[in-house]
Structure formats: structure tokens, C-alpha cells
């Protein structure tokens, strides 16, 4: 994982907001989904300092609780149809 400060747009699962100065990471292939073990295309961030990562599959099933308690929603499923497309 890569750390870097940065001004983002939270975007994604329909999901749009902007998060000032916040400490978002660039998730690698060996970040996986803290659920199934799948590799993680989000980073979620909680205004506590805890944070966890999720697959497409998960993020998506758990959406509308990240999005109600999350700091910041960092998702990178795009890269699934990049990917997909090599």
C-alpha cells in the first residue's frame, strides 16, 4: 500500500463527496478483502483511525453502511474492468 496526501472525490458505488487533506492509499495486489481474502479494490476509513478493505463483491454488499459510517470510501473497482480489458 502506498500512502499519500491528497484532496480526493469519493466516488464509485454511486457515492460522490469531497474529502479535503485526507490520507488515502493506493491499494496494491497483495491488499486483500478483510471479509473473504479476495484482493481489495476498496479502502474504507474510519474518523477513528481504523480502516478496512474490501473486494467489488463486499463493498458493494455493504454499501450503504460504509457510506453511513465511513470517514472515506476509496474504490478502485474501475480497475476491475481496466483489468478486465488486458
Known amino acids: 500500500m502506498t500512502t499519500q496526501t491528497t ?3 469519493v466516488t464509485g458505488m454511486g457515492v460522490t ?20 481474502g479476495s484482493r481489495a479494490y476498496l479502502l474504507v476509513l474510519f ?4 480502516q478496512l ?6 463493498g458493494r454488499a455493504y454499501r450503504d453502511a460504509l457510506v453511513e459510517s465511513a470517514l472515506v470510501v476509496h474504490d478502485e473497482t474501475d480497475r476491475l ?3 478486465a480489458r488486458r
Not at 47 to 50: L, M
Open 17 to 36: 463527496a469531497g474529502v479535503p487533506a485526507t490520507v488515502v492509499s493506493t491499494l496494491a495486489a497483495d491488499d486483500v478483502c478483510d471479509r473473504c
Open 81 to 83: 474492468r481496466q483489468e
Open 53 to 58: 478493505t474490501f473486494c467489488g463483491h463486499h
Open 7 to 9: 484532496t480526493v472525490a
Open 47 to 50: 474518523d477513528d483511525g481504523g
